[in-house]
T-cell receptor
Framework: GQNIDQPTEMTATEGAIVQINCTYQ??????LFWYQQHAGEAPTFLSY??LDGLEEKGRFFSFLSRSKGYSYLLLKELQMKDSASYLC??????????WGAGTKLIIKP | TAGITQAPTSQILAAGRSMTLRCTQD?????MYWYRQDLGLGLRLIHY???????GKGEVPDGYSVSRANTDDFPLTLASAVPSQTSVYFC?????????????FGEGSRLTVL
């Protein structure tokens, strides 16, 4: 079966760095997405990786290793507004998105 | 800019009743999707439409139906609601059929079936 694994919850301190891991086993691979979802709100797009390596978007970095079935989302200089759930999703060979259950990130002052 | 609008925002429904969740987008996106989100589970695709006039079944289509009469609207209907359909429902759209583009989500519809 297809599977996306990410930690259920993480806690970090304001101003620090946090890395949220995502491992996947899917039927084929056509890209990996990260979305941010604040409580009670809709998910919003953060990043897309289809080739191995690191993508940077401001304070957010997304990394992909296709051979390891692994990605991480790195958040630098954490702010209180970064408290949210972070959803990892993989597009399989049929171009269907398989979603992880999300990682709830709690930022403490 | 409106983007994607869902209605209602929340609803309590008696089991056995029918309900239509509305979704309208103004971005002229070809692809539209309905997901449900339940605690501890990833988003699960109910139905999708790659273009007006076509629809397809997702991972959990049973008990739901959709239509896509035009580009902008993609309503989701529960013909006879059951308590297991209590969930938060998200409509989404993408400018690229096949889903390789980012998804734009509506604000969600919280449905409680009693």
């Amino acid at each position: 079966g297809q599977n996306i694994d990410q930690p259920t919850e993480m806690t970090a301190t304001e101003g620090a760095i946090v890395q949220i891991n995502c491992t996947y086993q899917t039927s084929g691979f056509n890209g990996l997405f990260w979305y941010q979802q604040h409580a009670g709100e809709a998910p919003t797009f953060l990043s897309y990786n289809v080739l191995d390596g690191l993508e940077e978007k401001g304070r957010f970095f997304s990394f992909l290793s296709r051979s390891k079935g692994y990605s991480y989302l790195l958040l630098k200089e954490l702010q209180m507004k970064d408290s949210a759930s972070y959803l990892c999703a993989v597009m399989d060979s049929n171009y269907q998105l398989i979603w992880g259950a999300g990682t709830k990130l709690i930022i403490k002052p | 800019t409106a983007g994607i609008t869902q209605a209602p925002t929340s609803q309590i429904l008696a089991a056995g009743r029918s309900m239509t969740l509305r979704c309208t987008q103004d971005m002229r996106h070809n692809a539209m999707y309905w997901y449900r989100q339940d605690l501890g589970l990833g988003l699960r695709l109910i139905h999708y439409s790659n273009t007006a006039g076509t629809t397809g079944k997702g991972e959990v289509p049973d008990g739901y139906s959709v239509s896509r009469a035009n580009t902008d609207d993609f309503p989701l209907t529960l013909a006879s609601a059951v308590p297991s359909q209590t969930s938060v429902y998200f409509c989404a759209s993408s400018g690229l059929a096949g889903g390789t583009g980012e998804l734009f989500f509506g604000e969600g519809s919280r449905l409680t079936v009693l």
